[in-house]
């Protein structure tokens, strides 16, 4: 149906940035929002940031707000994740991820709210 790569992850230092990109394949016209999420050793994946495939809402999880953004080219099939001021808990496997138009409410920080998953970059932030 809709295939997902990222790419950009890689080590930096504590305070450095990086660009994560996702792009997005297949049935591309079905998306209705992207999102990013990420897997920490030993912890649950949660929730980054997320936005509409329109562009005109965007997400941030508390932790990231103010240093991470989130943004889209439709023309590219791609959603990018700039990441800047980074710190040694961002430490993480970065996973992009898309949904289908769902009827009712979409909880965009819910893992299982999403139906496309790429197979995630690491990003290790150095102290």
């Known amino acids: 149906q809709v295939q997902l790569v990222e790419s950009g992850g890689g080590l930096v230092q504590a305070g450095g940035s990086l660009r994560l990109s996702c792009a997005a394949s297949?049935?591309?016209?079905?998306?209705?929002?992207m999102g990013w999420f990420r897997e920490a050793p030993g912890k649950e994946r949660e929730f980054v940031a997320a936005?509409?495939?329109?562009?005109?809402?965007?997400y941030y999880a508390d932790s990231v707000k103010g240093r991470f953004t989130i943004s889209g080219d439709n023309a590219k099939n791609t959603v990018s994740l700039q990441m800047d001021s980074l710190k040694p808990e961002d430490t993480a496997v970065y996973y992009c991820?898309?949904?289908?138009?769902?009827?009712?409410?979409?909880?965009?920080?819910?893992?299982?709210?999403?139906?496309?998953w790429g197979q995630g970059t690491q990003v290790t932030v150095s102290s």
């Open positions: 297949g049935r591309t016209f079905s998306i209705y929002h």
């Open positions: 936005i509409s495939w329109s562009g005109r809402s965007t």
């Open positions: 991820a898309a949904d289908r138009y769902q009827p009712g409410s979409w909880y965009f920080s819910i893992p299982g709210e999403y139906d496309y």
